[in-house]
């Protein structure tokens, strides 16, 4: 099975868990059958692989989430970068020429697309799986896969279909419809837009031929910035005559909001909390390193992380974006190819950071313009090069870095150190990047292989 | 006027703004006339002051307080500091031994005792300051401040006066009676009790003597570990015969819990905090340096400090203790005689923590047996002295400090660094202080001049 998963979204729906660089489907949320908690993207990730251990997955994602997708999944992974973010039709077209031309997936191979975002039992990626025969008859040039709704809820799109067998040709589509509108389309049998379509490689390769002048991955890849920004329902299914639809049974769910997390959650705490014998429905997921005490607290939704806390009625933290769209929020928290980077403190002119890296890992070569660093080792070995110069790290050691020098760290072993930024003018973009020293361990953070 | 203002408790009641080192008097919770955060000892202070620019104020604190109190008042403040923490008469006979010895003033003048935590309208000291003349008339041994109570308040204690004279001789004491008890006894002209106390000196020592063996102050400290825990009610006031109260009209509270911290807030938020158009009657206090958004909140009283976070409903808000008691809180946070300590992660064999210190201060000359500690200058110019050589030091440089190492700080102009504790066994108490080395400016955390 060829598929690609969509990896977007800018995320300040799920704030304070999700920013600008830490999308929804990394935030760990819901726990596994061993109890261990995992985001979306590695849940969807296991269920696919669990159904079709063969299936040849392509993260296809902006240059913001490539290095949190590669340290929350296998290194082996493939991932397909956008230069730049543009809308689905762009994303999809640049992962399936990337398909073609650095994969080697032949034109007339089946390609599922997928949402790399919904909550979903097992048994829906074999369901996923059956598009790919039902693309192999060539009976519709696109296939989608549609949920028969659980009820009639507003904030979904539907997919009207000729008929109600298993699989039917597609009437037409429509888009967030009012509750009573939904109920009706119901009653006709139509079912809520899984995000899912399937096609020949060949097909959609036509189709972007047709509307955008490239010659293969490569060349895409460079004139990304460019392209026009076009959703692929507007630009391909929207135009589309030849349609089918396959109906799918099981629970599904769009995990896009406060509630829906809430709803979703099996536990009522996740974190350092404590709730007391007066607290009535109420949930709360703490990141920070510090207790929360619930007293007496009726349905309510809390969360808190270093990017802030967000305490809520239930009946109101749907509503969390245009207040966190007023903040002056700085991001204290990414994940790197290398592991995770949070912000303990910053004020003017300087900023500390805790760098935790993973065994094996290391920086890309880098220098700073306009501020000096230092490393103030706490925990594992590894070694740093300033300057072509090597030296192996260990806890309490310091190095300090003069803006200009190059550097990097190769964590040999599970490493922590506390970074100290000192500068008149501190910016997270007075980064520059050198070809990458293989020293240590292969570091690919963003950037696909051939590019 | 003579006035001892004790400073104790340890202060559970109003986590996480209060811990073990922090209690509520030295909380910034209220707002002056200026629109300046006071905490509760400042605001005594000022209040003092401004009825008697020459009151000669002792604060009569534990070691664990004497540095907040520094901070926060003025560096000429008197302050008598209690070897290790007993009840209030050990410490009340200790501050005045230290008014006789010390200070200088004579067994025949008034000694006017006060809790350092009321909160009280400028002229309830005016009324304190007429106790003076009133102990000179020696009509009584013993002369209290009744408050005319507002309520029934079951959390106080009441004096019950033989007549309703502006003075009175008190006929008993009640302690937190019943609503219904507390009722029948201000229908009988019973007052509340302030904890305000005036004697003459010799009065109380000559009660001392006769119960504590002690030639004088430095005898008494030094035996301070060897005295009996017991209360100046329990020990002086319920024994004596002699002893009027006088009536107090005006505004009074104890804002010893979360529900009067409330009450007595005059603004809804105070620090980073957003309240969208749904919440009602909801106030929150956010010491942390990341926003709060509250959404839909109702009846909500909520604090966030680097301790922790409370998110309470105002009806259960005052029973925090024993869930706070049975957490495992590390201090984050202490006001130090130099400025503030503020711990930014901790984690197994180190420790970041944020040094911030006023102009002009300097840390004791100390070791550590167990760790190593850096120091990275963020901010500001100072000097460092390791094993008595001293250095100048600004932003960007860096300081290693190895195990047994003497080293201090002189903080020339204000002056932020971040140092990290690296050892296997990280401990509060592995600090050996030396001979202060007076290079800078004069330090005394703790430690009364004679001691």
Same mark, same amino acid.
């Given at each position: 099975?060829?598929?690609?998963?969509l990896?977007g979204?800018?995320?300040?729906?799920?704030?304070?868990?999700?920013?600008?660089?830490?999308?929804?489907?990394?935030?760990?949320?819901?726990?596994?059958?061993?109890?261990?908690?995992?985001?979306?993207?590695?849940?969807?990730?296991?269920?696919?692989?669990?159904?079709?251990?063969?299936?040849?997955?392509?993260?296809? $994602?902006?240059?913001?989430?490539?290095?949190?997708?590669?340290?929350?999944?296998?290194?082996?992974?493939?991932? &397909?970068?956008e230069?730049c973010r543009k809308d689905t039709f762009p994303a999809i077209v640049l992962?399936?020429?990337?398909?073609?031309?650095?994969?080697?997936?032949?034109?007339?191979? &089946?390609?599922?697309? &997928?949402?790399?975002?919904?909550?979903?039992?097992?048994?829906?990626?074999?369901?996923?799986?059956?598009?790919?025969?039902?693309?192999?008859?060539?009976?519709?040039?696109?296939?989608?896969?549609?949920?028969?709704?659980? &009820?009639?809820?507003?904030?979904?799109?539907?997919?009207?279909?000729?008929?109600?067998?298993?699989?039917?040709?597609? /009437?037409?589509? /429509?888009?967030?419809?009012?509750?009573?509108?939904?109920?009706?389309?119901?009653?006709?049998?139509? !079912?809520?837009?899984?995000?899912?379509?399937?096609?020949?490689?060949?097909?959609l390769?036509?189709k972007a031929?047709n509307m955008i002048?490239?010659?293969?991955?490569?060349?895409?890849?460079?004139?990304y910035e460019t392209l026009e920004s076009i959703s692929f329902d507007y630009a391909v299914v929207e135009k589309e005559?030849?349609?089918?639809?396959?109906?799918?049974?099981?629970?599904?769910?769009?995990?896009?909001?406060?509630?829906?997390?809430?709803?979703?959650?099996?536990? !009522?705490?996740?974190?350092?909390?404590?709730?007391?014998? /007066?607290?009535?429905?109420?949930?709360?997921?703490?990141?920070?390193?510090?207790?929360?005490?619930?007293?007496?607290?009726?349905?309510?939704?809390?969360?808190?992380?270093?990017?802030?806390?967000?305490?809520?009625?239930?009946?109101?933290?749907?509503?969390?974006?245009?207040?966190?769209?007023?903040?002056?929020?700085?991001? $204290?928290?990414?994940?790197?190819?290398?592991?995770?980077?949070?912000?303990?403190?910053?004020?003017?002119?300087?900023?500390?950071?805790?760098?935790?890296?993973?065994?094996?890992?290391?920086? /890309?070569?880098?220098?700073?313009?306009?501020?000096?660093?230092?490393?103030?080792?706490?925990?594992?070995?590894?070694?740093?090069?300033?300057?072509?110069?090597?030296?192996?790290?260990?806890?309490?050691?310091?190095?300090?870095?003069?803006?200009?020098?190059?550097?990097?760290?190769?964590?040999?072993?599970?490493?922590?150190?506390?970074?100290?930024?000192?500068?008149?003018?501190?910016?997270?973009?007075?980064?520059?990047?050198?070809?990458?020293?293989?020293?240590?361990?292969?570091?690919?953070?963003?950037?696909?292989?051939?590019?």
């Amino acid at each position: 099975m060829n598929m690609i998963l969509l990896s977007g979204g800018s995320g300040k729906r799920l704030w304070p868990l999700s920013n600008d660089v830490r999308s929804k489907q990394f935030i760990h949320l819901f726990k596994n059958e061993d109890g261990i908690y995992e985001s979306m993207i590695q849940r969807v990730y296991r269920q696919i692989m669990s159904v079709d251990k063969n299936a040849k997955i392509t993260i296809a $994602t902006s240059k913001s989430q490539a290095s949190a997708v590669k340290n929350q999944l296998h290194d082996t992974l493939s991932i &397909c970068v956008e230069p730049c973010r543009k809308d689905t039709f762009p994303a999809i077209v640049l992962a399936a020429s990337y398909l073609k031309d650095i994969m080697g997936v032949m034109e007339d191979e &089946c390609i599922i697309v &997928c949402p790399v975002d919904p909550y979903v039992e097992d048994n829906y990626y074999e369901a996923v799986k059956l598009l790919e025969s039902l693309v192999a008859k060539k009976t519709a040039n696109l296939t989608l896969m549609g949920i028969e709704p659980a &009820c009639p809820n507003e904030k979904y799109g539907y997919i009207l279909p000729e008929d109600l067998g298993q699989v039917s040709r597609v /009437k037409k589509f /429509k888009e967030k419809p009012t509750a009573q509108l939904a109920e009706s389309y119901i009653k006709q049998g139509a !079912l809520w837009n899984s995000g899912v379509f399937a096609f020949r490689l060949g097909y959609l390769l036509d189709k972007a031929h047709n509307m955008i002048e490239f010659s293969d991955y490569q060349d895409l890849y460079q004139k990304y910035e460019t392209l026009e920004s076009i959703s692929f329902d507007y630009a391909v299914v929207e135009k589309e005559k030849s349609i089918q639809v396959m109906r799918y049974a099981g629970a599904w769910r769009d995990v896009g909001n406060w509630s829906m997390v809430a709803e979703t959650m099996k536990e !009522l705490i996740k974190g350092n909390v404590v709730l007391d014998e /007066k607290c009535v429905d109420t949930q709360v997921i703490n990141e920070l390193n510090l207790p929360i005490l619930c007293m007496g607290c009726k349905d309510m939704f809390i969360a808190a992380s270093s990017d802030g806390i967000l305490i809520s009625n239930k009946t109101c933290c749907d509503n969390v974006k245009p207040f966190v769209e007023k903040m002056d929020t700085d991001i $204290t928290f990414a994940e790197k190819s290398w592991g995770t980077y949070s912000v303990l403190d910053t004020q003017p002119g300087s900023m500390t950071v805790k760098i935790e890296m993973q065994k094996e890992k290391q920086m /890309k070569y880098h220098s700073h313009e306009c501020r000096n660093e230092i490393w103030n080792i706490l925990f594992g070995k590894g070694r740093v090069i300033i300057d072509d110069k090597e030296q192996t790290v260990r806890p309490g050691d310091v190095i300090t870095i003069p803006s200009g020098c190059r550097h990097t760290i190769i964590a040999d072993e599970e490493l922590t150190l506390i970074e100290i930024q000192v500068g008149s003018n501190i910016k997270r973009n007075d980064k520059k990047v050198y070809g990458q020293k293989e020293i240590g361990y292969g570091s690919s953070e963003g950037i696909p292989a051939l590019v």
